[in-house]
């Protein structure tokens, strides 16, 4: 089955710096990769996606990009705030599973006002 | 605004003893999923329903059973309680399609088996 692995499982960056966590997954076949954040005492929450036919996808201050050759996905968040502290979980989909996902080991992010 | 609920944010039970988790969803949602949440270890799979009456095994299916009787409510019955259950428990659901797979969590239930 699928394998999504995760890094780093902490990160610790200054208020307006940048963050990136990076995702390698192992099964081909996927071809859907969305982000979840999850806040303290809080369920996961979507807050954006990826399809294996686009390179980069951007909202705002989160953008993610996929390498498919290399099976490597990442989340890439800029100017951070306070508010972008959580744990951030990547995930990898294939076609036909019922939508079902695999998720990453989670990364929890501390931004440092 | 979808609503995935769950029966308890907290439960305390024994060793031994039969747990029931419920999750009802209000979006008429086809695919039911049933995750454990533990520290450094993440979402981890454990059941999941493309319909009624229909399940599939996750990734860590051992000491879980499940029931899906209704379409909008998904059951995880642990048959007899162990230690090593002690966990966060959240449900999902999704609909089908092809875009964007949103998976809508439940508030979780912190199970805690003595």
């Known amino acids: ?113 | 605004d979808v609503k995935v609920t769950q029966s308890s944010r907290y439960l305390v039970k024994r060793t031994g003893e039969k747990v029931f988790l419920e999750c009802v969803q209000d979006m008429d949602h086809e695919n039911m999923f049933w995750y454990r949440q533990d520290p450094g270890l993440g979402l981890r799979l454990i059941y999941f329903s493309y319909d009624v009456k229909m399940k599939e095994k996750g990734d860590i299916p051992e000491g879980y059973s499940v029931s899906r009787e209704k379409k909008e409510r998904f059951s995880l019955i642990l048959e007899s309680a162990s230690t090593s259950q002690t966990s966060m428990y959240l449900c999902a659901s999704t609909a089908r399609g092809t875009g964007t797979i949103w998976q809508y969590f439940g508030p979780g239930t912190r199970l805690t088996v003595t």
């Open chain 1, 1 to 113: 089955g699928e394998n999504v692995e995760q890094h780093p499982s902490t990160l610790s960056v200054q208020e307006g710096d940048s963050a990136v966590i990076k995702c390698t997954y192992s099964d081909s076949a996927s071809n859907y990769f969305p982000w979840y954040k999850q806040e303290l005492g809080k369920r996961p929450q979507l807050i954006i996606d990826i399809r294996s036919n686009v390179g980069e996808k951007k909202d705002q201050r989160i953008a993610v990009t996929l390498n498919k050759t290399a099976k490597h996905f990442s989340l890439h968040i800029t100017e951070t705030q306070p508010e972008d502290s959580a744990v951030y979980f990547c995930a990898a989909s294939r076609p036909g599973g019922y939508q079902k996902v695999t998720f990453g080991t989670g990364t929890k992010l501390q931004v440092i006002p």
